[in-house]
């Protein structure tokens, strides 16, 4: 099968942004008005030293997926994916973030960005029943698809069973679960934390392929979490039983 690529749209100054550091921005549409932004001229000036195509428009919603592209759109060539097991050897202790059918591309970017900052090792997404890291996911990410490892399959169920076989525990957070992801020692260990969809939570398939279900333990009245705040939580805990924080 030919590998995804991801990230050829993309909007929003720190999207573009980060793109264009990569060195993978082709074009980029500008709106004139923005340009008497310092940080908005130095993002033009770097892309034409590169060699990058910049357009001066009126308005750059007419091309713009999002509904605040912030004035600037671009296209690069696309951000190449890995497969289960490059991510797995990627690092000698991966600590890999999955999503499972998260169906808004706000919340999957949210989240690759918690992944980035907490010292995750990839994400993997599924590319079927889940929204697409198009635009909108890039523009969340705040360039975190950038330097994060992104892993796209077809069932997030046998990527669990697959990561299993690799030497992964596979821990999947749920309101159902009978113990608490704070203190989960065997998240030191190399570990998959698979996080479910906005209400439904972990798929029934998912449920079954994870080592562990565990919850986040909720004192107030919330029945549950944003997915992408659930993301956040749980990637932060992998960091903090690590060492990484405290």
Same mark, same amino acid.
């Given at each position: 099968?030919?590998?995804?690529?991801?990230?050829?749209?993309?909007?929003?100054?720190?999207?573009?942004?980060?793109?264009?550091?990569?060195? +993978?921005? @082709?074009?980029?549409?500008?709106? +004139?008005?923005?340009?008497?932004? #310092?940080?908005?001229?130095?993002?033009?000036?770097?892309?034409? #030293? +590169?060699?990058?195509?910049?357009?001066?428009?009126?308005?750059?919603?007419? @091309?713009?997926?999002?509904?605040? *592209?912030?004035?600037?759109?671009?296209?690069?060539? &696309?951000? *190449?994916?890995?497969?289960?097991?490059?991510?797995?050897?990627?690092?000698?202790?991966?600590?890999?973030?999955?999503?499972?059918?998260?169906?808004?591309?706000?919340?999957?970017?949210?989240?690759? +960005?918690?992944?980035?900052?907490?010292?995750?090792?990839?994400?993997?997404?599924?590319?079927?029943? &889940?929204?697409?890291?198009?635009?909108?996911?890039?523009?969340?990410?705040?360039?975190?698809?950038?330097?994060?490892?992104?892993?796209?399959?077809?069932?997030?169920?046998?990527?669990?069973?697959?990561?299993?076989?690799?030497?992964?525990? !596979?821990?999947?957070?749920?309101?159902?679960?009978? @113990?608490?992801?704070?203190?989960?020692?065997?998240?030191?260990?190399?570990?998959?934390? !698979?996080?479910?969809?906005?209400?439904?939570?972990?798929? @029934?398939?998912?449920?079954?392929? !994870?080592?562990?279900?565990?919850?986040?333990?909720?004192?107030? *009245?919330?029945?549950?979490?944003?997915?992408?705040?659930?993301?956040?939580?749980? !990637?932060?805990?992998?960091?903090?039983?690590?060492?990484?924080?405290?």
């Amino acid at each position: 099968m030919a590998r995804v690529g991801i990230g050829t749209d993309l909007e929003g100054f720190h999207s573009v942004r980060a793109a264009l550091t990569a060195g +993978r921005v @082709r074009t980029i549409s500008v709106e +004139r008005n923005r340009v008497r932004h #310092a940080e908005v001229v130095e993002l033009v000036e770097d892309a034409r #030293a +590169r060699g990058v195509r910049v357009e001066l428009v009126d308005d750059v919603r007419d @091309r713009a997926v999002t509904g605040a *592209p912030q004035g600037i759109v671009a296209t690069a060539d &696309s951000l *190449p994916t890995m497969s289960l097991k490059e991510a797995v050897a990627s690092s000698d202790n991966p600590a890999l973030l999955v999503v499972d059918h998260v169906e808004d591309p706000r919340n999957i970017g949210a989240a690759a +960005r918690s992944a980035v900052a907490s010292g995750m090792t990839g994400i993997v997404v599924s590319r079927n029943r &889940s929204a697409p890291l198009g635009a909108t996911a890039f523009k969340a990410a705040v360039g975190a698809f950038e330097v994060l490892p992104v892993v796209m399959v077809s069932s997030v169920a046998d990527a669990l069973k697959r990561l299993n076989q690799l030497g992964l525990w !596979c821990v999947g957070l749920d309101g159902s679960g009978d @113990r608490s992801i704070l203190g989960l020692e065997l998240l030191a260990q190399p570990v998959a934390v !698979c996080v479910g969809a906005e209400g439904s939570g972990l798929s @029934r398939l998912a449920a079954e392929r !994870c080592d562990v279900i565990a919850s986040i333990p909720m004192i107030g *009245p919330a029945e549950s979490l944003n997915s992408s705040v659930a993301s956040a939580l749980a !990637c932060y805990e992998v960091a903090r039983v690590r060492g990484w924080v405290s």
